[in-house]
């Protein structure tokens, strides 16, 4: 068993600037895959970042590339994604989620992620 809890969230002007943390327990978070997604009203969970689990690989949605930073620091268990340059666009619950498999390479799909945390609200006011 995995637990994910994400915080940062909250509600920013457009250009602005947010870092969402993700605390993880209960596995050896250095062997997990972490990746955040996020879900819009109406709109399908999508895809955001993920990261390897020793850091050295991350992947971004081309909607955030550029603009956004998954990081991970494994002393502390935690995942970030820094977010600047906010859109109104980028308004969604985001979520962390972790892999256990033991995936090479981080996987751009929610059903290659086990664990899930409760999601944090981003709002981007324009």
């Known amino acids: 068993q995995v637990q994910l809890v994400e915080s940062g969230g909250g509600l920013v002007q457009l250009g602005g600037s947010l870092r969402l943390s993700c605390a993880a327990s209960?596995?050896?978070?250095?062997?997990?895959?972490m990746g955040w997604f996020r879900q819009a009203p109406g709109k399908e969970r999508e895809f955001v970042a993920a990261?390897?689990?020793?850091?050295?690989?991350?992947i971004y949605a081309d909607s955030v590339k550029g603009r956004f930073t998954i990081s991970r620091d494994n002393a502390k268990n935690t995942v970030y994604l820094q977010m600047n340059s906010l859109k109104p666009e980028d308004t969604a619950v985001y979520y962390c989620?972790?892999?256990?498999?033991?995936?090479?390479?981080?996987?751009?799909?929610?059903?290659?992620?086990?664990?899930w945390g409760q999601g944090t609200q981003v709002t981007v006011s324009s």
């Open positions: 990261i390897s689990w020793t850091g050295g690989t991350t």
């Open positions: 989620a972790a892999d256990v498999g033991s995936r090479a390479y981080p996987s751009r799909r929610a059903m290659g992620y086990d664990y």
């Open positions: 209960g596995r050896t978070f250095s062997s997990l895959v």
